[in-house]
């Protein structure tokens, strides 16, 4: 994971890049997860993201087994 930012020489990130959680346009600094596919996404769209991946696995952790969780 980086931190990208816009220093008038874009670099890796693209004028075109777009956001993985809200698909606006990435301008001044982006976070950089590198994997088996690129994401690009604003700081304030991680968290929002983060937020809900933490809420899915405590939704898993706290489900029993073979049950479905209806909270």
Known sequence: MAV???DG??????PTQ???YC??????????WRGASD?????A???ELAVRMFRDVHE??????GGVNRT
């Open 60 to 65: 898993i952790e706290t489900t029993p087994r």
């Open 4 to 6: 990208v930012f816009h």
């Open 9 to 14: 020489e874009w670099g890796e990130l693209l």
């Open 45 to 47: 769209c991680f968290i």
């Open 18 to 20: 777009e956001c993985f």
């Open 23 to 32: 698909f606006q346009s990435l301008d001044e600094v982006a976070i950089w």
């Open 39 to 43: 994401i690009w996404i604003h700081a």
